[in-house]
């Protein structure tokens, strides 16, 4: 079992920036291996199906979506267990709640081939 909780949610103007945070953690440190999982975030308005929005893959590796690309940053620090993700020049379009998800190694698309999620911070985004 992971778990994971996502901060750094906030009421921005457009063009501002934020950071969102993904701190993990597993029932013991001995069973639990931060560098095995994909971590991924997910974005959801109201009405609107849950989205992909960026990913990081065991082996460092990164997806965006087409939606955020030049605009948001993923990383990870592997001492802290924690995922970011830096968002720049962000639009009213981005306003959502923000989920971390985790699978094991490869990162996925599709919200449903995820076992693991945090419970989302809000971001909104402010014409």
């Known amino acids: 079992q992971v778990q994971l909780i996502e901060s750094g949610g906030a009421l921005v103007q457009a063009g501002d920036s934020l950071r969102l945070s993904c701190a993990t953690s597993?029932?013991?440190?001995?069973?639990?291996?931060?560098?095995?999982?994909?971590i991924t975030w997910f974005r959801q308005a109201p009405g609107v199906e849950r989205l992909f929005v960026a990913g990081i893959s065991w082996s460092d590796t990164t997806s965006y979506a087409d939606s955020v690309k030049g605009r948001f940053s993923i990383s990870r620090d592997i001492a802290e267990k924690s995922i970011y993700l830096q968002m720049n020049n962000l639009k009213p379009e981005d306003t959502a709640v923000y989920y971390c998800a985790a699978r094991l190694r490869m990162v996925s698309f599709r919200d449903n081939d995820y076992e693991f999620w945090g419970r989302g911070t809000q971001v909104t985004v402010s014409s």
């Open positions: 597993g029932p013991t440190s001995s069973e639990y291996d931060f560098t095995d999982y994909a």
